[in-house]
């Protein structure tokens, strides 16, 4: 059996191109070799039809526009590794990167895979349920698929579905036809939940559709509305043997999640900052996790507004701020050491924009190393304690998604009567711990008020900003 050459890699990045946290190559885990294949879930790949040729692997927390600088490096690095010769190549990208000069870097990354190999080799790609998918990346991609749940639990499976399908197309020898349907409409994350409606049933005639049409996948993903771009939002992608079957497929699905359009909204109880202390201290389930999303880091904004630290510390309760990003701090606090006391100024140190700042005296209750959201070390942390409040204050911009980052903290979240996180919804690890869990409307380069923001390069008019928004139903892309 003659074995086809398979190329993987991944870069993967979320971009917030209103946050002021600008990435640098250190903030990277880059990996090659084995070392890279094993952070991805490539199972289907693993046959005798197969000889896998590793990439290389580039993982960062959510952030600011990538400098170029930084891109071309990581880009660098993986088509250093590509072999002239490869049959099939698999990607697995986040979709909603985007990058100075380039604009969409995970197009970018795919049209210079391309140009690298040739019109023959089969690329194949998987996203996120967050991509702002491009015309350019589906141009020059065979195939794409993404993850089918938010919050994301299906991430090795989408892995595995984008090699799957590599391996289809490449016994099939023939790309299928594909259309990109988008639709004018933009919505943070949180208000798409797949578990519940209308994206639960939606999913469902999705692939009742796929199904009734013979095409080979739909995918949708619904965008990230934090990225000041032109193609920011849903859009379905539909793939199959012909142009007809494809379009018909994708339209009827873009169909379907425009005409639920008016049913989007927050499933969770949300709430402004002034009133969240309240609801924490009134409520009889504890703790209270309090979102503050408008500086959610894995949304990409920078985490290092003291707005909510400030509001606690008129509290009597007992409140963890679990994460607040502040290098200076961290600093100043292993100069002292722990059991130490000074006064702190926290808040504020990447984002100049705002005098979101926390002064006063803190002690230092303990120093350590915060764990990363995917194992990786995520650098030194310091836990502040004022009065009933206890902070931890991170060197780097961290995701603080599960009960056990937390711990690495320094702090246990079953002592405090409220924990704030600055998250959106909460990632499955903790809203499996959270008795209540409220989203709080801060303000910030992630708010969730998505029509206060103010885009330069988003075609309008969009829903729900504007509710008299019409779709056209013309595909932005149709391959052959
Ligand atoms: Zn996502």
Redesign the pocket.
Known sequence: MPAFRVFAASIQQ?TNSLSVAVPTLTDFDRLTGDAAMAKLSLEPLDSPEVTLIPGTYAHAVPSGRLPRAVFDTLLGELLEALPADPDGIFLYLHGALDVEHYGSGDAEITRAVRERVGRDVKISVAM???ANVSPVLIEHADIVCA?RT?P?VDMEETQRRGCTLLLELLRRGKSPAACLMHLPMLFT?DCVITENEPAKSLMMRQDAIQKETGALQITTCFGQPWVDTRWVGPSVTAYADNLETARDAAGRVAKLWWDARAEFRFLTETCMPEHAFDIARKSEKKPVFLSDSGDNTTAGAAGDRAGMLNLALTEQQRILIAGLTDAPAVEQAYRIGAGGRAEFTLGGTLDHTHADVCQGMFEVVSLGQMLGWYGEDAGRRALLRRGTVDVIVTENRCAVISPEIIRTGGADVFAYDAVVVKLGYLYPALAEIAPRAVFVMTEGESTARVETIRYQNVPLPVYPADPETRYDGIPALLKK
């Open positions: 979320e996120d349920f967050h993850y938010a994301h994350g």
